[in-house]
């Protein structure tokens, strides 16, 4: 799973969806994998403003990287290459191949098990 | 300026709504001048050259485009109609090399009289010499006659003589080409499932794919779709209630981290476009609500070959989790929900309304319907944010299935729901019980495929 795909995803319990607390899910025991992919600087300036920021601060500190600036990047910053390189790093190049996310909200686990998130909820939960 | 496309002669109703999709894709004004369903000759009015080239360079279903010299019902009224509308063009091929050539839409023209034909057009002042092979300029005469099937259908005489002739220049061709790149038999990952090359790309081209978008099939299965949307630029992200589906079983697996699916994109060299599979429900889908997403697009699953099931149990009663060995059944690993037959009409609105959620403004969805054979005209199922930008329908024996394209609107417009469909699914617990399409159409259908799977 990719950091750009775990700010999209909260928690799949509907009463949660409401809560704050389930957003992000929070990455546990994180095996990383870097895989180097074509830059594509369109794709990025046209994803960061659907990105929530404050979410994918969270989820960068939990998985080790340096601290993301406070804000977003915005207008004039969106044509700075490095930023969107870095940016393009993060979010498209880093893959989870193991661990968990986890619902700040209601503490369910979903697994990732050889880069791919389970999010399947058991019938009590559906 | 009016062009000439020259279209596949099938999947008819997807060849206007394709070439409206590419023309906004590539944001040129097309105004479509002539079209009909029995000929693969369509007149166009498009502002210049270059948007002919961007409008062919997309297309799947035409197969190129062509500077209309002129056109009529037969030759003299042809050459009337080049002296007229081309003869300005005319001091611009004075020293080039040319060609002619002919295609016949269901006639045949001896090689002499070909030859007959393209000489009576003598009076084209062209200085140049004819060069057949690699030629600056290539015109192609084109005649189309009567199709027996549109003789029977409007019972029209049969006629030796063609219907229309056509003159035109030769542009470019389309990306028709990746038909054959993309085809499935020589795909890494399918399934039975898997749609074939030309309808995904199809599909693509309808919901604007392109570079820089984001794109997510939720019922993914082997990727057909997301490939074709990939071919185009967009990246990809798609997800799936059965991970086996594009993660492939585990004899189909070549290692550990290996994604069956992953392998078409490796194939495509478009791993780059290739952002995530994930295994979830729709109906409980833990994508959030907002506004992220450029294009969707699916064929949920509808029953026939594989029967639509979500989660929770058949009875609606919650199962109580158990620990075994300490550990919660749920996360001890190879757990497997329980999952309950779901209605197709269910299913086919809450993709939309998942759709309303998550699509940008502007951004579409495409999705597939199947339809027994006396539905095919009806209403199509809608919802309130979003615009039918088109339908089209293929058919088979007993059933047909439609592509239904839809738009995001910009938030505070809303579409007209009296023309939705308001059809409900049966109430019951079983598969067929649930889905009306499988009742009707799969006696025979599914046990076609149930033979062929034992083959």
């Keep these: 799973m990719k950091v750009i795909t775990a700010n999209f995803v909260t928690c799949a319990v ?111 939960l559906v | ?16 709504p394709e070439l409206q999709a590419v023309a906004t894709l590539v944001g040129v004004d097309l105004e479509i001048i002539f079209y009909d369903d029995h000929s693969p000759y369509c007149i166009v009015k498009l502002p210049d050259e270059a948007a002919a080239r961007a409008l062919i360079a997309r297309s799947i279903l035409a197969k190129d485009i062509f500077e209309l010299w002129g056109h009529g019902e037969n030759y003299d009224e042809v050459h009337a109609d080049v002296k007229t509308r081309a003869a300005s063009l005319w001091p611009k091929y004075e020293n080039v090399t040319f060609a002619f050539d002919m295609d016949t839409f269901c006639g045949k023209r001896s090689a002499s009289a070909r030859l007959e034909i393209f000489k009576s057009f003598h009076y084209i002042p062209f200085k140049g010499s004819v060069k057949l092979k690699n030629p600056d300029e290539q015109f192609l005469v084109m005649e189309r006659y009567l199709a027996q099937t549109e003789a029977t259908l409007q019972q029209i005489a049969d006629t030796p003589n063609p219907l229309r002739i056509y003159l035109g220049r030769y542009i470019a061709s389309s990306d028709r080409g990746a038909i054959i790149e993309y085809d499935l038999k020589k795909r890494s990952y399918i399934s039975t499932t898997s749609m074939d090359a030309e309808l995904s790309l199809v599909t693509a081209n309808m919901t604007l794919a392109a570079p820089g978008k984001l794109f997510y099939d939720p019922f993914v299965g082997t990727g057909s779709f997301l490939v074709a949307a990939a071919h185009f630029g967009a990246l990809t992200m798609g997800s799936d209630i059965d991970p086996r589906s594009f993660r492939g079983k585990d004899e189909e697996r070549k290692s550990k981290n290996d994604i069956a699916l992953l392998r078409n994109y490796q194939q495509y ?65 190879g757990y497997i929900p329980p999952k309950r037959p779901y209605g197709f009409e269910a299913m086919q609105k809450d993709i939309l309304a998942f759709a309303a959620r998550a699509l940008v403004t502007n951004g579409r969805i495409a999705m597939w319907m199947p339809t027994a054979i006396d539905e095919v005209g009806l209403p199509v199922p809608m919802d309130q944010h979003l615009e039918v930008v088109s339908v089209s329908t293929q058919t088979f024996g007993n059933w047909a299935r439609r592509l239904i394209t839809y738009r995001r609107l910009p938030e505070g417009e809303f579409s007209d729901m009296s023309q939705a469909r308001s059809k409900e699914d049966a109430r019951g617990v079983s598969a067929s019980e649930v889905n009306e399409f499988r009742r009707k159409v799969d006696i025979s259908y599914f046990n076609k495929f149930q033979d062929e799977q034992l083959e």
């Excluded at chain 1, 977003?72 to 700075?80: F, I, R, S």
């Excluded at chain 2, 300026?1 to 206007?16: G, N, P």
């Excluded at chain 2, 952002?275 to 294009?295: M, Q």
């Excluded at chain 2, 026939?304 to 929770?312: A, F, K, M, T, Y």
Aim: proline share 7%; with cysteine.
């Design chain 2, 1 to 16: 300026m009016e062009y000439l496309i020259r279209l596949a002669q099938w999947h008819q109703s997807f060849r206007v």
């Design chain 2, 269 to 333: 060299n478009t791993v780059s476009k290739y952002v995530d599979s994930f295994t979830s429900d729709l109906t409980n889908t833990p994508l959030r609500d907002c506004h992220f997403l450029d294009g969707i697009v699916c064929d949920p699953p509808y029953g026939v070959r594989e029967g639509l099931r979500v989660l929770g149990t058949r009875d609606g009663k919650p199962l109580d989790p158990v620990v075994i060995d300490g550990v919660l059944n749920y996360y001890r690993p």
């Design chain 1, 14 to 124: 509907k009463e949660c969806k409401t809560s704050p607390a389930s957003f992000p899910l929070h990455f546990h025991d994180a095996e990383l994998e870097m895989q180097e992919l074509d830059f594509q600087p369109e794709f990025i300036r046209n994803v960061i403003p659907r990105i929530d920021w404050e979410a994918l601060r969270v989820t960068a500190n939990e998985l080790g990287f340096p601290t993301l600036p406070e804000s977003k990047p915005e207008a004039g910053a969106l044509n700075d290459e490095q930023t969107l390189k870095d940016l393009h790093r993060i979010l498209l190049e880093t893959q989870v191949m193991e661990g968990k996310l986890v619902c700040g909200n209601c503490s369910h686990e979903y697994t990732i098990k050889e880069g791919i998130a389970n999010f399947l909820l058991p019938s009590h």
